[in-house]
């Protein structure tokens, strides 16, 4: 059973990527829905947030996400604390569905996943990329937003240098034709997981 993981910026090309791994047999998680997921289940993540930040949680037990996010996306070291809690919690709920996981493999679909540590859970560590003017356009598209606050949205992630001298491999998206996308995206992850195979 092979695993990959999957990140990169907003609107390079990410779900196609992860609908191409799905087709090749792959369990996906979506670490976005799972965080929020344990956010309701996860007693003891929970009551570290808790200790940690205050009253966060709403009289129906949902998070409140505005006052959270209101302290931590503004002060670094408040952003540590949260991340130094959640990350953990999010690499054991991983690695207990890669134990669990019956399929062909697992594609770890993660914004943090190299910062997490995560990626080392992982046989290799792709990051999808594509060019500003090309991810631009599809965020206006995909989230109906003006060219200022797209272009906002780019500004605020890492470059794609980043993801190269943290990930193993780097597939760059420049197709805008999504048939063609998913078609130079097959080809990719059967050169990947040859590789991997051959390497094992």
């Known amino acids: 059973m092979t695993v990959i993981g999957l990140t990169g910026p907003t609107g390079a090309?990410?779900?196609?990527?992860l609908e191409v791994l799905a087709g090749f047999g792959f369990e996906i998680v979506d670490c976005d829905a799972l965080y929020y997921y344990l956010l309701?289940?996860?007693?003891?993540?929970?009551?570290?947030?808790?200790?940690?930040?205050?009253?966060?949680?709403?009289p129906d037990g949902e998070l409140n996400r505005r006052a959270l996010a209101g302290r931590v996306f503004?002060?670094?070291?408040?952003?540590?604390?949260?991340?130094?809690?959640?990350?953990?919690?999010?690499?054991?709920?991983?690695?207990?569905?890669?134990?669990?996981?019956?399929?062909?493999?697992?594609?770890?679909?993660?914004?943090?996943?190299?910062?997490?540590?995560?990626?080392?859970?992982?046989?290799?560590?792709?990051?999808?990329?594509?060019?500003?003017?090309?991810?631009?356009?599809?965020?206006?598209a995909r989230d109906g937003l003006p060219e200022a606050q797209a272009q906002a949205r780019i500004q605020a992630q890492k470059p794609d240098c980043w993801y190269g001298r943290h990930c193993t491999f780097l597939l760059e998206n420049q197709l805008e034709d999504r048939a063609a996308c998913r078609e130079h995206m097959r080809g990719f992850f059967q050169n990947l997981l040859d590789t991997i195979v051959e390497g094992d």
């Open 13 to 17: 090309g990410k779900t196609t990527a």
């Open 74 to 140: 503004s002060d670094k070291k408040e952003l540590d604390k949260l991340n130094a809690i959640v990350f953990p919690a999010m690499s054991t709920a991983v690695e207990q569905k890669i134990r669990k996981c019956s399929q062909k493999g697992l594609a770890i679909d993660a914004v943090n996943l190299i910062e997490s540590g995560m990626g080392e859970l992982c046989a290799a560590t792709v990051a999808v990329t594509a060019p500003p003017a090309l991810r631009l356009k599809r965020i206006m």
């Open 40 to 58: 309701r289940t996860d007693g003891e993540l929970r009551q570290k947030l808790a200790n940690a930040f205050g009253p966060v949680f709403l």
